[in-house]
């Protein structure tokens, strides 16, 4: 078992996925190219409002991190590439990081031995064969290994998966990855091997069925309440059928984050490329805004019948227990809601605070609440 692997790319998912391999029984090299971000992971100052992670990387014997890109491709055989992945305005991923990356390893000259590069940063369908044509010629094998993690519990998503999936460039580079997972895994997920294409539909469209599944919820949820009945028992009593299931089935704000709109539109692009149109993809992201919208005016509508003319809320994360406001429902609800006239103050976490003041200044007015550190 080749027990040296090294993580290209520690940011946030990158240094869970590092802390959880050192975890598994591997020495792990973490590299990253921003010197200061290194240096307060070496000495323990970092901080993060992931949970877990600085106490587990505290704990890590065998973890070190560097910027020296050489360093960390002499130590593993197997390298996990999670750097940066955002989204271009047609829907497709930027692989911008990932080629640059690239081209450092190039620089690095043909490996006296065979290295396994494993893709598990988000990327469009395709792109990982492109890599591994550009990466043979330099001993590299390339496989694609997605992760479906959320903010806020990564570690553990990580820890005790519902499933792997392995886009081998090889058969011998699926073995050694399945033979990681059976390490890092607490629980004992399903592993399905395919090729690299296969693998890159399959993360998408597991992300795409989960929004598509949220907005059904709300659209449930919004005739529900306009009829003047109550959405959760609907909405418990439908994902109480196995063939439904009631996980992300409830009635509630949109979805938002890093993930769940970059993959919708990255599935929408991809279809299109293949002549098929997205239509279901399309709806989704439609209901989401209208679902937004019609939540602004049924709690417009209830504040005036109360006579009232304030609100607070206590989360504007795009979800309950995180800092990050990325695509966020609940901002874009706060914001709708204050362009309407109405006084809307803002209990949160300080650092979503600083980030929300940072975008909207003084629209709302603001309450600190503890910190989540």
Known sequence: MKKKVSVLGIGRLGLCFAITLEKGGY????YDIRED??????DLTFETCEPGVSDSLKKCKNLRVTVYLEEAVSHGDVLFVTVRTGSLSSGKFD???????????KSLGVQSIKKDLVIC????????NEVHEQMKDYNYTVSFNPEWVAQGTILYNQSFP???VIGEGSKES???????YSNICVNKPPCYRMDRLSAEIAKVSLNCYITMKLSFANFVGDMA????????VILKAVGTDSRVG????KYGFGYGGYCFPRDNKALIHYSESLGIDPVINRATEAFNKNHLDMQVSMCSKKLDDNGQDSMTMRSVAYKPGVTYIESSQQLLFAVKMAERGYKITIEEDPIVIEQVKSLYGDLFEYKERGTIL
């Open 27 to 30: 020495s792990v090299v973490g």
């Open 37 to 42: 971000y290194v240096k307060s992971i070496r």
């Open 95 to 105: 692989h911008s990081q990932v080629e640059q990356l690239m081209g450092y390893l």
């Open 121 to 128: 940063c988000n990327v469009s369908p395709g792109y990982s």
């Open 162 to 164: 519902d499933v792997v």
């Open 174 to 180: 699926g073995d050694i990855i399945e033979e990681i």
């Open 225 to 232: 309440l306009t009829a003047g009945v109550n959405p959760e």
């Open 246 to 249: 009631n996980a992300y089935f």
